[in-house]
């Protein structure tokens, strides 16, 4: 519960922070900007995670495993991501190139582009430092990263700066978490070794189903905004944007309660009852706990975003609230994915995840062009309630590591998994 605190709050702190951003550019760049930033932000994300290809929660559970060099681990993992970082980072030049990228989006998108990258190799980080718990001290580097954003934020809105500048100062405050996480992480003893290919394909073997779990969650996530810039105007978009600011910090509170979560589950995969009643365990907290929280959320974003980003977007209030009542979903389908990876029913999870995304796709763009920022927001619900309703469903889960299904599995859905 320490661990999944101290992480949850450094991540919830450059959350809010990233927020701050989306504020400032709504206010002091208007709703098409915001609109434009989204969309780029959207894509790179995209390209971001299928770079990763799960490298991050292999990370976690490679290095925390006994037994293992994990210096050559680390190593292979850095190898593996910084080649398919090139070349995704080189499909993204070549999308914008063919696309017609205006000219003046180009300085937009490359910073952006570079930051998201960034972004990604210091979570890779973050896992290494989960997998050996020194979550006090990863929370005290995005604690300082979010000191220095504020600062940025500030200096920006003071100065009246341009996009220009505020993402430079972006881009800036990333590199400076990735240097100190670099200096955490030779003074744990973490040293860059030797590594073989045959270790590397070998990792990206184990890695690929995961990351194209996490590839597809990011495509529903991100697609959200991506479809509607094909339906709609930037500044529809920049209206959703500001809507979905809430939600994109609850889909990273996701993450996180899953990495948390598989950790503490690879550590019972051996033992089953313990493994089972700890799963159990956090079905509970989270039906408890997300239940009445959307409630509230619902209830409070309209005016928390009219507050935030001005009167200008007060149409974004009822689609934020309406993706509110997602919330409970997200943690849910979160929580049975960590089981799944543990539980060795990754392709299972990766069929569920396809079903999630085609089905996102679709009512984006089926309700998107029919009611804009709020058909987008049903969609969100539609999506994560039916992929949860499909987890608690399945019958398909093994039992235990490397073993076929027990029998007194068979038919286990949500209702079984919360009785004791």
Not at 52 to 61: F, Q, Y
Not at 113 to 126: E, G, I, K, P, V
Not at 172 to 194: D, I, K, N, P, W
């Amino acid at each position: 519960m320490n661990s999944l605190i101290n992480v949850v709050s450094g991540e919830a702190l450059l959350r809010s922070a990233n927020a701050g951003v989306a504020v400032l550019i709504a206010r002091q760049y208007g709703a098409t900007a915001l609109g434009t930033y989204a969309t780029i932000l959207a894509v790179s994300t995209v390209a971001e995670r299928l770079a990763d290809n799960g490298l991050e929660l292999t990370g976690i559970a490679e290095v925390s495993a006994p037994s293992r060099d994990r210096n050559e681990i680390v190593a292979a993992l850095l190898v593996s991501k910084t080649a398919l970082s090139a070349v995704a980072m080189g499909l993204l030049a070549l999308l914008a190139w063919s696309t017609g990228l205006p000219a003046g989006h180009w300085t937009i998108a490359a910073i952006l582009a570079l930051r998201t990258f960034l972004y990604s190799y210091c979570r890779l980080h973050a896992g290494f430092l989960k997998a050996t718990e020194q979550t006090k001290v990863l929370v005290g580097l995005q604690s300082l990263h979010f000191v220095v954003l504020v600062i940025c934020l500030t200096a920006v809105y003071l100065r009246g700066q341009s996009l220009v500048v505020l993402l430079l100062c972006l881009l800036a405050a990333q590199f400076l978490e990735y240097t100190m996480s670099c200096g955490v992480l030779h003074r744990l003893g973490f040293r860059l070794s030797g590594v073989s290919l045959s270790l590397c394909w070998k990792l990206l073997h184990h890695s690929t189903p995961i990351g194209m779990i996490y590839l597809l969650n990011t495509v529903m996530l991100r697609g959200d905004v991506v479809v509607l810039s094909l339906v709609a105007s930037a500044y529809v978009v920049g209206t959703f944007a500001a809507a979905n600011t809430g939600l994109v910090m609850i889909y990273v509170v996701a993450f996180l309660f899953s990495g948390i979560l598989l950790s503490d589950l690879g550590r019972l995969s051996a033992h089953p009852s313990e493994f089972d009643a700890h799963f159990r365990r956090c079905l509970r907290w989270v039906l408890l706990l997300c239940i009445p929280l959307a409630g509230l959320c619902a209830l409070f974003a309209p005016v928390v975003i009219r507050l935030l980003f001005g009167i200008s977007f007060t149409a974004a209030g009822l689609p934020g609230a309406f993706m509110m009542l997602a919330l409970p979903f997200i943690l849910l389908n979160a929580a049975f994915l960590s089981r799944a990876i543990a539980r060795k029913g990754t392709w299972l999870a990766l069929r569920i995840f396809g079903f999630g995304a085609a089905l996102s796709l679709a009512l984006n763009f089926v309700l998107g062009r029919q009611y804009g920022a709020l058909g987008v927001a049903g969609a969100i619900v539609m999506r994560e309630s039916a992929m949860t309703l499909t987890f608690a469903l399945s019958r398909n889960f093994p039992a235990r590591r490397n073993e076929s299904v027990a029998p007194e599995e068979t038919g286990a859905g949500l209702p079984a998994l919360l009785n004791t």
